[in-house]
């Protein structure tokens, strides 16, 4: 349900390895609607498929653009997964093709004020979607999530607090306190649980705060995770206050020394992230059948890169924790018995 329904977890390799299916959409569509002047610096940092067209595609085109950009980018798991009905599937690649390029125009272009500039005209397209009379997007993804956003009756303000925390990123780089870091996650993480939700027919609040405490859980073991890979963006996710507390100096994330103080500050973050998936925990019987075991999947896959990260003595540093295929197979073969009984 994270980040994205990914997390930030597998970007890089997620980038070495981008197929052409974007390529077969650029030939067939975006040939015929070419993108608004030349490229700006930022635009141009990004696949070429991101940019804002002249013209908007029509609704079909639109849908398979989102449908393709989700196939592309499978993560730690599937996006839309297995077990959704058919009839979700489109919404979700839809939902889930504008938070991934929203991610990436927060991460990817590596100019602070270039990435504010492609917010600003994302945020406008956003806009438009929910417009849809005087002015109307002209980006595939907004094309097809209008129709998203009419069938299911998601506020705006979902998707705008994902740009928040997107525009966040591009000025604070430390969190003071543990509740810094969490307001943070009340921007970047939650509202994708909020959305998800959404689009299979859950709008009440004490089901959000269940998917909050789930989706902030997930970014924190994305956080915990990639620790060395922020650090190299110039961030630092783990709060300051807890840097002191264990004795731990930036240095000491700088250099890369898995040090006894830091391994032991990495344990009690693993442990509290632990705590946020215990208290989500109770949504799985709150949902429908469907759901709940997409839900269960996402949580535990998150448990997993703890439970990783765990079996490296913490020593994240400069060796990033990650969940074998065959773990994964193991929790999506959970999930699918479940189903079946």
Not at 27 to 41: E, I, K
Not at 161 to 189: H, K, M, P, V
Not at 278 to 288: E, F, S, W
């Amino acid at each position: 349900m994270n980040h994205t329904m990914e997390g930030r977890a597998s970007r890089a390799s997620s980038r070495a390895g981008r197929p052409d299916l974007h390529k077969q959409f650029l030939m067939t569509t975006a040939a015929r609607h070419p993108p608004t002047a030349p490229l700006s610096s930022g635009w141009s940092a990004l696949p070429p498929e991101y940019a804002i067209p002249d013209h908007a595609p029509s609704e079909a085109e639109a849908r398979e653009y989102c449908r393709r950009l989700a196939r592309s980018h499978y993560e730690n798991f599937s996006v839309a997964s297995w077990f959704l009905p058919e009839r979700l599937r489109q919404h979700f690649f839809n939902v889930y093709a504008y938070c991934r390029i929203s991610d990436d125009l927060g991460d990817e272009v590596g100019d602070n004020a270039a990435s504010l500039q492609l917010l600003d005209q994302w945020e406008t397209e956003l806009n438009a979607c929910y417009d849809g009379h005087h002015i109307r997007p002209r980006h595939p993804v907004f094309v097809a999530l209008a129709e998203t956003v009419r069938k299911f009756e998601i506020p705006k303000r979902e998707f705008a607090d994902l740009l928040t925390a997107f525009r966040q990123d591009q000025s604070i780089r430390r969190y003071e306190t543990f509740n810094d870091l969490l307001g943070y996650c009340r921007y970047s993480a939650n509202p994708v649980g909020h959305l998800v939700l959404y689009l299979c027919g859950y709008r009440d609040a004490a089901r959000q705060q269940l998917s909050d405490y789930t989706c902030t859980a997930l970014q924190l073991a994305n956080f915990w995770q990639d620790v060395s890979a922020d650090f190299a963006k110039g961030r630092i996710y783990l709060p300051l206050e807890d840097l002191r507390r264990f004795g731990v100096s930036e240095a000491v994330i700088r250099d890369g020394e898995n040090t006894s103080a830091f391994c032991d500050m990495m344990s009690f973050e693993v442990e509290r992230a632990r705590e946020w998936f215990t208290q989500g925990m109770p949504l799985i019987a709150k949902v429908d059948r469907a759901l709940a075991i997409d839900i269960e999947l996402f949580s535990r896959g998150g448990e997993e890169i703890l439970n990783a990260i765990e079996r490296q003595h913490y020593a994240v540093l400069g060796s990033r924790p990650a969940i074998s295929k065959t773990r994964k197979l193991a929790l999506v073969a959970r999930a699918a018995l479940g189903k079946l009984r």
